[in-house]
């Protein structure tokens, strides 16, 4: 039997998956929203983004509810930042906290208790 092997784009899509499954634990409403992992960013922000470097964006559902809420982590930046699978965890965890908490009206620290 050939024992499984998984690439860093495997492993980094199965931590966010992961760690969207743990925060629909605790907040029900993070079931109706979507997760996408992109490797980078567009390289022409929104005038309105900062322009520091993008981990994640949150894209809002439309108001003819067609499209979910979206959050888009990318894969690249934050690797890139991470010396360690736990720096790498955290890092995500963060950016999942940042754009789950302005998604459903709570505090960072409370989409992942016991985190911050």
Same mark, same amino acid.
């Given at each position: 039997?050939?024992? !499984?092997? &998984?690439?860093? &784009?495997?492993?980094? =899509?199965? #931590?966010? +998956? =992961?760690?969207?499954?743990? !925060? *629909?634990?605790?907040?029900?409403?993070?079931? &109706?929203?979507? @997760?996408?992992?992109? /490797?980078?960013?567009?390289? /022409?922000?929104? =005038?309105? $983004?900062?322009?520091?470097? +993008?981990?994640?964006?949150?894209?809002? *559902? =439309?108001?003819?509810?067609? #499209? *979910?809420?979206?959050?888009? +982590?990318? &894969?690249?930046?934050?690797?890139?930042?991470?010396?360690?699978? %736990?720096?790498?965890? %955290?890092?995500?965890?963060?950016? #999942? *906290?940042?754009?789950?908490?302005?998604?459903?009206?709570?505090?960072?620290? $409370? +989409?992942?208790?016991?985190? @911050?």
């Amino acid at each position: 039997m050939i024992p !499984a092997w &998984r690439t860093r &784009r495997e492993k980094f =899509d199965q #931590l966010v +998956v =992961d760690l969207a499954t743990q !925060a *629909a634990r605790k907040h029900e409403v993070v079931n &109706r929203i979507e @997760f996408g992992v992109e /490797d980078i960013p567009p390289s /022409d922000p929104a =005038d309105w $983004e900062s322009p520091q470097a +993008v981990l994640g964006r949150l894209f809002p *559902a =439309d108001k003819g509810g067609k #499209l *979910a809420t979206r959050i888009v +982590v990318y &894969r690249l930046p934050i690797q890139w930042r991470c010396r360690s699978g %736990q720096e790498l965890e %955290q890092a995500v965890k963060a950016v #999942l *906290a940042e754009h789950l908490s302005t998604e459903i009206g709570c505090l960072p620290e $409370e +989409v992942f208790p016991g985190y @911050f």
